[in-house]
């Protein structure tokens, strides 16, 4: 039998339903063992992260109970088999948090200041979405600074009573100066003074996983600098919308912030078995 030139790609959608083990949750990560012989694995039509022959996708904090649904192919040529697979989000419940901003312009910002906060902002959005080849990760991912956590991922935030979306990371208190490390190896793709995160350095580590260090008393490395896991890239600080010096630490997978220290002890699992399982 001729497959017909007008037919490029078959393309047979398969389903499975994850099981109540596979749920994830809002704000953690969806683990997804890939099929043998499976390739191309995406999650809202973009590429995720892939490590130990996991994809890991992040859960929007804002995502409601529910299914959601992504795809991976089988084969490849003139014939493809596109599979989709369907996982559960169940609730979970973030505490509140009530903090007081001396500074009142950093809690309802002056007009003269909104084009520069939109512009950040979008410049913020793009570093976010990209995605490029994946650095190695085989050294680990580790928290950049040791101190006081004084802010968990989650929190929904009030500043001087006024609601705010939920906290985006992890705070973590210290004294300024203190040396901040890269979380893993890549490349810094912004090493700037924003206005509500202060000096700010955002690190590319591939594959769709940005990390962001903000409120820095200063910035050791500039943008386009390659990285390794645990080098230097600045100092505990003060700066932008702050009560006092720490770092804010952020997670973010396929375009979505995510829990910071989920993020690290789920990786650092998948790298220590897959290490264990190639040194059996």
């Not at 014939?79 to 559960?88: D, G, I, K, L, N």
């Not at 580790?142 to 009030?158: A, D, E, M, Y």
């Amino acid at each position: 039998m001729k497959v017909s030139r007008m037919m490029l790609t078959l393309v047979i959608l398969a389903c499975s339903l994850a099981s109540p083990a596979q749920a994830a949750f809002p704000g953690g990560i969806y683990q997804f063992a890939i099929p043998e012989g499976a390739h191309t694995v995406r999650f809202q039509d973009r590429p995720v992260l892939q490590i130990a022959g996991q994809a890991l996708i992040g859960i929007a904090i804002s995502t409601p109970p529910g299914n959601l649904e992504l795809t991976y192919q089988t084969g490849g040529g003139a014939v493809s088999q596109t599979h989709r697979h369907s996982f559960a989000v169940v609730d979970k419940t973030y505490t509140e948090q009530h903090i007081t901003i001396e500074n009142q312009d950093l809690v309802s910002p002056p007009p003269e200041t909104q084009a520069r906060i939109s512009e950040e902002a979008v410049r913020q959005r793009k570093l976010y979405r990209a995605y490029q080849p994946q650095h190695s990760l085989t050294d680990g991912f580790k928290q950049p600074l040791q101190g006081i956590i004084t802010s968990l991922f989650g929190h929904r935030r009030f500043f001087n009573g006024q609601p705010r979306n939920p906290h985006s990371g992890l705070d973590i208190a210290a004294d300024t100066g203190t040396p901040i490390d890269a979380a893993g190896s890549g490349v810094v793709t912004l090493a700037d003074d924003l206005y509500f995160n202060g000096n700010t350095v955002f690190i590319d580590h591939g594959q769709g996983l940005i990390t962001m260090y903000c409120h820095m008393s200063r910035i050791d490395v500039e943008a386009g600098q390659r990285v390794q896991l645990g080098d230097t890239i600045g100092a505990v600080g003060a700066t932008g919308r702050v009560t006092g010096p720490h770092l804010h630490w952020s997670v973010s997978l396929n375009g979505t912030r995510i829990d910071p220290q989920h993020f690290v002890s789920v990786v650092n699992q998948l790298l220590s078995s897959e290490a264990t399982a190639s040194g059996a």
